[in-house]
């Protein structure tokens, strides 16, 4: 097993997790990226930007969220013992409001006079809108015209929060397009703007910083399981987008050798191009949105096009410390298609009575055939990153017949 310093890089000064990571941008941008940083490692230490974050994460967002011991999936599955980390019952329903709430209120401390991004499944933009009315900065969310269509609840979360959403028309119409049009944006105005980025991913020191405002879920459970179970967890399952809810239950066990990890990606459709978004499984190395990590790309360098039945997965890049993660082979990464992720969907909301995002779906899928494989004494934590009533209506128009729900 390696050291700490190789396990959990910073990352170095030039924000590289071994070859992947940077900063892969137009040279205007490095200054407004060293002020960010500048700013992040100032307020990072400072006690009162802590102590106001801790405070929020308590008694705004409900933290810590609780693990529940799911022992009827588990006996569903016959096997390993699942555990669910509950961010689906923090405000907003997901884990973002962990990271968002970071950023708003360290633009906030630098002056910034609006918060802009992108959002895929609309979970980022309604966190980063509550963020943005919660500490009085102005919001815009550009988001693909697909997304808009399909998760509409979000859509209208966001503007009765007083955010604007700029519809994104361009290419396939979803996150990727969405990601270059906020950059866009906030190239033009990079002074009275900040870029909140909704993931583990962009130039450093985002992957860094929302990593480190994610870190708190992992830390919480560590801790938490402890108390529940006298052992750390066996195994610990998450699924990947850009990778921040993974990352944040992963950071707290890097060290751990005994606890494996599992990031889990979706397969989609099929593994043929634009029918999936298994980025670890399927992408070699390349430059996306200013780092390098494996993406999905064509022999160009153009990203290819990528589909999943969530939203919040369809991203043909993955955060730069999961490519480092793979490399070193710290975690597995691994895939489950719409499906079995829908079938998950399902099982959830009826052995458990809990509706899962169709995100955190692939977790519980991948989890539900690792149970089935270990014995009744292994233990599996799945972070279940966020609940399913964004989804609801998607799911059973396209597949509620095959459930009995119309
Ligand atoms: C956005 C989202 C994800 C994917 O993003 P990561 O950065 O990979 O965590 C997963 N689950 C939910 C509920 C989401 O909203």
Redesign the pocket.
Known sequence: MQSNSNLQPTPDNDGFFGTYGGRYVPEPLIAVLDEISRAYQTYKNDDAFKRELADLYKHYVGRPSPIFHARRLTGHCGGAQIFLKR??LNHT????INHCLGEALLAKRMGKKKIIAET??G??GV?LATAAALVGLECDIYMGEVDIEKEHPNVVRMGILGARVVPVAAGQRTLKEAVDAALMAYVQDPITQFYGI????GPHPFPMM?RDF?QVVGEEAREQFLDMTGRLPDNLI???????????LFTAFLDDENVAMFGVEPAGLSFKVGEHAATLTMGTPGVIHGFRCHLLQDEDGEPLPVYSC????D?PG??PQHSFLKEIGRVTYETINDKEAIDAFFALSRIEGII?????SHAVAFAMKVAALLESDKTILVNL???GD?DIDHVVRVYGHLYGVE
């Open positions: 961010e689906d329903g997901a884990h973002k895929g499944a979970q980022h966190a909704g993931s583990v991913v929302v994610q998450a699924c990947v987008g850009g990778g921040s809810n993974a990352i944040g969530a939203s919040g997965l991203y993955v955060g899962p995002a169709l995100e955190s990153s966020g609940r964004k």
